[in-house]
């Protein structure tokens, strides 16, 4: 993986109504780890299971491999355009399409909300069912949005921060899985048998492949969260440097917990009773054998899905406003508070679509939904980094050998194809989201057409007074 040969120039700096670059190496990537470590690995390994079986940890290790390949791509996109419109501005700038750059950016910003709103139901369910159940769970989740939009509109250093915190707080909820599962294979506890058994329909080399393309669907849900990252660009310091590192960092550090997480899962609990919980991570605790408190790691869980919310409603505002300033969005999602310098139209409106979310699917539909609007947004992102090599730029950035994003768009096709099993209302609800930007478009090129011919008729009646 080289760099390409150019003028090493800095990108300029945004003007007055840009974003502050706050963001150096070491927050970029605890932001990154914290970004994809979260509700993913706390919430929806126990639906893996339900899926596969005891041999949860390969959907875990695929997900890891799909997940290098389309860093690689992301890597050298950023680096070529540092903007916070990520996935939209590539689409644009390799296809030239306004209609696709619109559907692209739509269904990342969807992404993210559903995996901020399947982050809100982890919060409300059995984690916090460890200390109370007097809530209803639909208020719970609708509260904690509205608070995470507070928090995200005081600005980026703040919640960056917070981000930092949380993150150390999940690394060490995870870290006492770990010395769980260790105590566990020194005691000689737990059912090793179980780490290769596979529970997929019929048994048929058909349903056996499907069940594992479909558990790896989910479990890419995990995986999610670096492409977020991208949008971090115009807020951070030097980033054709800092984001190569922090993103493959950031991606092989959570790769590694999840499989050995789900190593430890699969020794400790079997696939049945980890498939019918929402917090499969506290019956790993439950049965563990060491006396940590069930309530203590649950308040961990807590603040691992917390920060999982926060993080993409921070990205899904900062989308907003990338592609206001794009001009794909109306140019009021890009206005941003005069002394915070946060985008407050982008975070009031993704945080009213969250609450709207969370009213209306449950952890694993909205995982899945999330997972599958993403692969398909990398499947088109691995193909724009092929097309944009015709465009060089004139400072160096990161280039990842040819052969990865081509491995990439074939594995994120496969893996949001039917061939993984998938519940129908994944498709269902990714077509009204999809059916939604569709309109959303329409009435923003009918607003921008209505705006040009009032100019032009202005010019005109000008004129005519002149």
């Not at 059912?191 to 058994?197: I, S, Y």
């Not at 807590?302 to 989308?319: E, G, K």
């Not at 990439?408 to 077509?431: H, N, T």
Request: proline share 5%; charged share 15%.
């Amino acid at each position: 993986m080289t760099s390409t040969p150019g003028h090493a120039a800095q990108v300029d700096e945004p003007e007055g109504g840009g974003l502050k670059r706050v963001l150096g190496p070491g927050l970029l990537i605890l932001f990154v780890i914290g970004d994809i470590l979260g509700t993913g690995i706390y919430a929806t390994t126990g639906k893996v299971a339900g899926k596969v079986g005891g041999a949860l940890w390969l959907p875990f290790v695929i997900g890891f491999v799909v997940a290098v390949l389309t860093a690689a791509s992301y890597v050298e996109l950023v680096g070529k355009y540092p903007k916070a419109a990520g996935a939209a501005l590539y689409t644009q700038k390799a296809f030239k399409v306004p209609f696709l750059t619109f559907i692209v950016a739509f269904m990342v910003m969807c992404s993210g909300l559903s995996s901020a709103s399947a982050a809100a139901r982890a919060f409300s369910g059995d984690y916090l069912a460890e200390f109370t159940t007097a809530i209803p769970a639909t208020l719970v989740a609708i509260l904690f949005v509205v608070a995470l939009a507070a928090l995200n509109l005081r600005g980026v250093s703040e919640s960056v921060k917070t981000n930092v915190v949380l993150t150390i707080v999940e690394l060490a909820g995870l870290g006492v899985i770990l010395a769980i599962g260790a105590y566990a294979v020194l005691t000689d506890g737990g059912e090793p048998g179980r780490l290769t058994e596979f529970e997929t329909g019929d048994g048929t080399g058909y349903a056996l492949m499907t069940g594992i393309l479909g558990a790896t669907a989910l479990g890419f849900f995990a995986f999610v969260g670096f492409e977020d990252s991208v949008n971090m660009a115009e807020e951070t310091k030097d980033p054709q440097r800092t984001f190569p590192r922090a993103i493959f960092i950031g991606v092989a550090v959570t790769g590694t917990l999840y499989v050995l997480v789900a190593l430890v899962s699969s020794l400790l609990v079997d696939s049945r009773t980890l498939g019918k919980s929402s917090g499969p991570l506290l019956e790993v605790v439950k049965a563990g054998g060491l006396d940590f408190p069930p309530k203590l790691f649950a308040l961990i869980a807590l603040f691992a899905v917390t920060n999982s919310a926060l993080i993409n409603i921070m990205m899904a505002s900062r989308l907003c406003y990338g592609m206001a300033n794009e001009r794909i969005l109306p140019r009021a999602m890009a206005r941003v508070l005069p002394r915070r310098r946060t985008p407050v139209v982008g975070i009031v409106f993704v945080s009213l679509l969250a609450i709207g979310l969370v009213s209306t699917g449950e952890i694993a539909g909205l995982g899945d939904t999330t997972s599958f609007l993403l692969l398909c947004v990398f499947a088109v992102v691995n193909v724009a980094v092929l097309v944009l090599r015709k465009s060089p730029v004139e400072h160096r950035h990161f280039r990842t050998p040819t052969i990865l994003p081509v491995l990439g768009a074939l594995a994120s096709l496969v893996l949001a194809s039917p061939l993984a099993d998938r519940p129908a209302e994944v498709y269902v609800r990714a077509g009204v989201l999809l059916a939604i930007g569709i309109g959303l478009w329409a009435l923003n090129k009918a607003v921008m057409r209505s705006g040009g011919e009032a100019e032009t008729r202005a010019e005109d009646a000008r004129a005519k007074e002149g």
